[in-house]
């Protein structure tokens, strides 16, 4: 049997796409299918699989696999290049529409070139910040501020579900500095201060610590940054399920909410990544805005 593919990414971070509007794969074939079609060796090569496919509660259904065959929530480059898929391959002839992942409906706005995509801007609706949800099994410290979605101190608390910021975690015998954010997947963001560099880190030897920590039910992705000033960060990310990647869209959503709660960023924030930059916007009314490319790669059929 042939399946048609399509490659594309978004910063770098490369998905497999496929048309689940055409293409059968039995659900139950689709985890050792994605390891199959990520292997960069004897596959297509990527950092998981997408199938995009119908949908009643959205104008399509964009359902996630990491490299590992696992599923996975939410992502943000990936849904940017749903959007252009989408719009590309006329299953819309419409620049505003909507994707849903595991539930959760994301609205997208096309920037066309005749048919080209230049960009897609995605809601990607509000953090969450209760500990239990993200989730992790860290607790805030101890007179620690809990924060509202708009980013504002409201209240000085050592309730269960005021938010993780900037609390200490111990992994691999190093302590670390950690706010939690769900964006729909978890995320462990962690700034890097006294002048360290993401681009010096052994990101393979302490990113699988950091992603099966015990505090991490669900495991989690982490990131690591350094502020080159209050509008702009640069980051390098570990993915859960994938290992490191070029680019993290929820990742880069995580860490300009991170930056925000403990005072190290305005709300609007170009994120430099290793594949490119994402420009992130945490508004006062606590929606989440991303703004990045969507390329196609190639196309092609492989024989599974």
């Not at 599923?71 to 002839?93: D, F, K």
């Not at 607790?139 to 980013?151: F, L, N, P, Q, Y």
């Not at 950690?178 to 995320?187: D, L, Q, R």
Request: proline residues 5%.
């Amino acid at each position: 049997m042939k399946l048609a593919f399509t490659k594309m990414e978004g910063c770098g971070n490369d998905y497999v796409y496929i048309n689940g509007f055409t293409e059968k794969v039995p659900q139950e074939e689709k985890p050792a299918l994605v390891r199959r079609l990520s292997d960069r060796h004897f596959g297509i090569g990527g950092d998981g699989v997408i199938f995009i496919n119908p949908a009643q509660e959205a104008d399509c259904e964009m359902e996630m696999f990491n490299a590992d065959g696992t599923r996975a929530e939410m992502c943000g480059n990936g849904i940017r290049c749903v959007g252009g898929y989408v719009r590309e391959h006329g299953l819309t002839q419409s620049d505003d529409f909507t994707v849903v992942s595991m539930g959760a409906v994301k609205k997208l706005h096309l920037t066309m070139n005749g048919t080209h995509t230049e960009s897609v801007r995605v809601d990607m609706g509000q953090p969450i910040l209760e500990p239990a949800l993200v989730p992790t099994l860290l607790r805030a410290a101890e007179g620690t501020a809990a924060a509202d979605t708009t980013g504002e101190a409201t209240r000085s608390t050592t309730e269960t579900n005021a938010p993780v910021i900037d609390v200490p975690l111990t992994v691999a015998g190093e302590e670390y500095r950690v706010t939690c954010v769900s964006m729909g997947n978890p995320h462990a963001v962690v700034f890097l201060e006294d002048g360290k560099d993401p681009d010096a880190l052994d990101l393979s030897a302490v990113g699988p610590f950091f992603e099966n920590h015990e505090v991490f039910p669900r495991r989690t992705n982490t990131e690591f940054v350094k502020v080159l000033s209050p509008s702009h960060v640069k980051m390098r990310v570990w993915e859960r399920g994938t290992g490191e990647t070029l680019a993290c869209g929820t990742g880069c959503c995580a860490i300009a909410v991170a930056g925000v709660l403990s005072g190290r960023t305005e709300r609007k924030v170009q994120v430099d990544v290793l594949g490119g930059s994402l420009l992130i916007e945490w508004d006062e009314n606590g929606t989440v805005w991303m703004t990045g490319p969507a390329t196609t790669v190639f196309e092609g059929t492989i024989e599974i």
